[in-house]
């Protein structure tokens, strides 16, 4: 084994091994070296082991000849990828903003996030993320050292506060990155709830990641495809709902790529309008529905009680069919949660009922302990720890810079309003679909369904063969190459009793199970499909929930009430208010 394979990181490199399975690679594709002697860094880069290189630069490290080294190589890197990173680059990081504030513990201050401008170099190996700028409230552990200003060969990727942070050599060989952070990513780490809706803890995933695809390309895990489906919760299928209307909603939008899905409200399924249903209908690829709750009273969805909850689930598809039969509309059984709350029993009875999915504002349960939700979580398409079930995370239009990120680490872009979001018009709406489609990537708006049933992974295995990840129980797998090429496919499986058969274009298949997985191949043409569904065994008795004459009489006034709220902008606007004046009373008491 040469002196740069041999283990010398610790932690750092625990957590390099980490990523680099997860990305898709074997642990030991990438060396590790830790070393604060510049020399001995020259040496190990000469060694003989070409993989790709990641260096730990000690707070001892010398900057000044890795800068000079960068502008003049000074040995024989070859063409491997070289990432350096360390204290040896952050160490002498001062702030003078902190410094001015004598009265408070620097150990407090530091803690504290300020908006930071960060912007995004226009090199392509960013993609949707290519010439964007953000301003994200950072902590003091991501700002960069101002002593890091290498010049000449090199250009900035990232910068932060017009401070060079992430950087790349222009050397033909090797090609150099150098990241201006301590510590590497431990993607095992816990998140806290705030974290899904923060750039903070994505911007810390995005240098190792762009080094990783730098060096093995599409041997790494990444989408095929980029999706996106905006999603607007609650509205009946009515001419108006509040301050959305279908139709000069869709007249808004008539010159822009989109897609929207309503979150529809099986209650509401024998109140549609039929003006409405028809306008659905004919814009059925840009307009339409799934299942949002059942009845959509407080908290429905958060209850511990799986039982009535499995109940719920089949009530809410039976109403779905039954809207069908009235009205020719598909309300697809895509599960979007009540005030976005929902339990581990929750996902149980979807997954009993054989919902696609779920999509939600955060990925913790409300019965969620510490570690359950971690950081490699917020890298994959959909989150699938409890039941096995998919559950993909969405976010408010606010920011389209953190779209491109979900983008970028291979998520779906999807987001949410609600009806008082057009309270102005439809201009902010449009301002975010014309932003989205600006990105410098190849999006399709796709309603919410396919979007799921498409979700997966992919990464080459070898010329002509790729190892596919899908989350779904029915996924959609295309070959849109002018080729014949051979798939692997895995789903997440830790219980294989529940599975009785995988069927690809209604035929049987072998498929086998291990490591938590079920496993399967596919020959497919070019310019191909192939509907893949695992099926499980029968849950049991199909019991329907119906509840007491007393609980339907409280769903009735509440809708009613919710409907006088909403399309009434006195009582709208008075509703806002006291929700505000009660939240401040509780924060203050």
Same mark, same amino acid.
């Given at each position: 084994m040469?002196?740069?394979?041999?283990?010398?990181?610790g @932690?750092?490199e625990a957590k390099?091994?980490r990523?680099?399975?997860?990305?898709?690679?074997?642990?030991?594709a990438?060396?590790?070296m830790?070393s604060e002697n =510049?020399n001995?860094?020259?040496?190990?880069i000469n060694?003989r082991?070409r %993989?790709p290189? #990641?260096i730990?630069?000690?707070?001892?490290?010398?900057c000044p000849?890795?800068?000079? =080294?960068l502008d003049i190589p000074?040995?024989?890197?070859?063409d491997?990828?070289?990432?350096?990173?360390?204290?040896?680059?952050t160490?002498s990081?001062?702030?003078?903003?902190l410094d001015?504030?004598?009265e408070?513990p620097?150990a407090?201050?530091?803690k504290?996030p300020a908006?930071?401008?960060?912007?995004?170099s226009?090199?392509p190996? =960013?993609?949707p993320?290519q *010439?964007?700028?953000a301003?994200?409230p950072?902590?003091?552990?991501s700002?960069?050292?101002?002593?890091?200003?290498l010049? *000449?060969?090199c250009?900035p990727l990232?910068t932060?506060?017009? !401070?060079?942070w992430?950087?790349?050599?222009?050397?033909?060989? +090797?090609?150099v990155?150098?990241?201006a952070?301590?510590d590497l990513?431990g993607?095992?780490?816990p998140?806290k709830?705030?974290?899904?809706?923060?750039g903070?803890?994505l911007?810390?995933?995005l240098?190792?990641?762009?080094?990783?695809?730098h060096?093995?390309?599409?041997?790494t895990?990444?989408v095929?495809?980029y999706?996106g489906?905006f999603?607007?919760?609650? +509205?009946?299928v009515?001419? %108006?709902?509040?301050?959305?209307?279908?139709?000069?909603?869709?007249a808004?939008l008539?010159?822009?790529a989109?897609?929207t899905?309503v979150a529809f409200?099986?209650?509401?399924w024998?109140r549609?309008a039929?003006a409405a249903a028809?306008?659905?209908?004919?814009?059925?690829? !840009?307009?339409?529905?799934?299942?949002?709750g059942?009845?959509h009273?407080?908290? $429905?969805?958060?209850?511990?009680d799986r #039982?009535?909850l499995?109940?719920?689930?089949?009530?809410?598809?039976?109403r779905s069919?039954l809207l069908?039969?009235r009205t020719?509309?598909?309300?697809?059984?895509v599960?979007?949660? +009540?005030q976005?709350r929902?339990s581990?029993?929750?996902?149980?009875?979807l997954?009993?009922?054989n919902?696609?999915?779920?999509?939600?504002s955060?990925l913790f349960?409300?019965?969620?302990q510490?570690g @359950?939700v971690r950081l490699a979580?917020?890298?994959e398409p959909?989150?699938?720890?409890?039941e096995d079930?998919p559950?993909?995370?969405?976010?408010y239009?606010?920011?389209p810079?953190?779209?491109?990120?979900?983008l970028?680490?291979g998520r779906?872009?999807?987001v949410?309003?609600? !009806?008082?979001?057009f309270?102005h018009?439809?201009g902010d709406?449009r301002?975010f679909?014309e932003a989205?489609n600006?990105l410098?990537?190849?999006?399709? =708006?796709?309603?919410l369904?396919?979007?799921v049933?498409?979700?997966c992974?992919q990464?080459?295995?070898?010329?002509?063969?790729?190892?596919?990840r899908f989350?779904?129980?029915?996924?959609?797998?295309?070959?849109?190459?002018?080729?014949r090429?051979?798939?692997r496919?895995?789903r997440r499986?830790?219980?294989?009793t529940?599975?009785?058969?995988?069927?690809v274009?209604?035929?049987?298949?072998?498929?086998?199970f291990g490591d938590?997985?079920?496993t399967?191949?596919? $020959?497919?043409?070019s310019?191909?499909s192939?509907?893949? !569904?695992?099926?499980?065994?029968d849950?049991g008795?199909n019991?329907v929930f119906k *509840?007491?004459?007393?609980?339907?009489?409280?769903?009735?006034? %509440?809708r009613?009430?919710?409907?006088?709220?909403?399309?009434?902008?006195?009582?709208?606007?008075c509703?806002?208010w006291?929700?505000r004046?009660?939240r401040?009373?509780?924060n203050?008491?």
């Amino acid at each position: 084994m040469s002196e740069i394979a041999r283990i010398i990181g610790g @932690d750092q490199e625990a957590k390099l091994r980490r990523f680099v399975q997860f990305v898709g690679l074997p642990e030991d594709a990438v060396c590790f070296m830790r070393s604060e002697n =510049w020399n001995r860094v020259l040496t190990s880069i000469n060694s003989r082991d070409r %993989r790709p290189l #990641v260096i730990e630069c000690g707070s001892g490290m010398d900057c000044p000849p890795l800068q000079a =080294w960068l502008d003049i190589p000074s040995c024989d890197g070859g063409d491997r990828d070289i990432f350096f990173f360390g204290p040896g680059f952050t160490d002498s990081y001062q702030n003078p903003e902190l410094d001015s504030l004598p009265e408070t513990p620097r150990a407090d201050r530091v803690k504290i996030p300020a908006p930071c401008e960060i912007r995004f170099s226009d090199d392509p190996l =960013w993609g949707p993320l290519q *010439g964007l700028r953000a301003n994200w409230p950072l902590s003091h552990e991501s700002l960069p050292p101002t002593s890091l200003e290498l010049s *000449g060969t090199c250009e900035p990727l990232i910068t932060i506060k017009d !401070q060079p942070w992430f950087l790349l050599s222009k050397n033909d060989q +090797p090609t150099v990155f150098v990241w201006a952070a301590a510590d590497l990513p431990g993607i095992l780490e816990p998140l806290k709830s705030d974290d899904e809706e923060q750039g903070e803890p994505l911007l810390r995933l995005l240098p190792l990641l762009v080094f990783l695809r730098h060096a093995f390309g599409k041997q790494t895990w990444q989408v095929p495809a980029y999706v996106g489906n905006f999603i607007i919760d609650d +509205p009946p299928v009515r001419a %108006r709902y509040g301050f959305f209307e279908p139709a000069r909603y869709l007249a808004s939008l008539r010159d822009i790529a989109h897609a929207t899905t309503v979150a529809f409200i099986p209650w509401y399924w024998n109140r549609s309008a039929a003006a409405a249903a028809e306008l659905f209908r004919d814009h059925s690829s !840009q307009l339409s529905l799934c299942v949002h709750g059942c009845d959509h009273t407080g908290g $429905e969805f958060a209850s511990l009680d799986r #039982v009535t909850l499995t109940g719920k689930c089949r009530l809410a598809l039976q109403r779905s069919q039954l809207l069908r039969e009235r009205t020719g509309l598909s309300c697809q059984p895509v599960m979007v949660f +009540p005030q976005g709350r929902f339990s581990r029993a929750a996902v149980a009875a979807l997954h009993e009922t054989n919902f696609l999915g779920a999509v939600n504002s955060t990925l913790f349960p409300v019965d969620a302990q510490v570690g @359950d939700v971690r950081l490699a979580d917020l890298m994959e398409p959909a989150y699938t720890s409890i039941e096995d079930f998919p559950i993909f995370l969405r976010r408010y239009p606010r920011d389209p810079v953190l779209c491109a990120v979900d983008l970028f680490l291979g998520r779906t872009l999807l987001v949410v309003e609600h !009806q008082e979001y057009f309270r102005h018009g439809y201009g902010d709406c449009r301002r975010f679909f014309e932003a989205i489609n600006n990105l410098k990537c190849t999006l399709s =708006w796709l309603p919410l369904d396919q979007i799921v049933r498409r979700a997966c992974l992919q990464r080459e295995i070898e010329p002509g063969r790729f190892e596919v990840r899908f989350y779904s129980n029915n996924f959609v797998l295309e070959n849109p190459s002018d080729k014949r090429l051979s798939y692997r496919l895995v789903r997440r499986c830790n219980r294989p009793t529940l599975i009785r058969s995988v069927v690809v274009d209604g035929s049987p298949i072998s498929h086998a199970f291990g490591d938590g997985e079920v496993t399967f191949d596919l $020959e497919m043409p070019s310019k191909t499909s192939a509907s893949i !569904q695992l099926v499980e065994t029968d849950a049991g008795a199909n019991v329907v929930f119906k *509840g007491s004459l007393a609980y339907r009489v409280r769903v009735l006034v %509440r809708r009613r009430i919710c409907e006088l709220r909403d399309n009434h902008l006195w009582i709208w606007l008075c509703a806002r208010w006291v929700k505000r004046a009660l939240r401040r009373g509780n924060n203050s008491a």
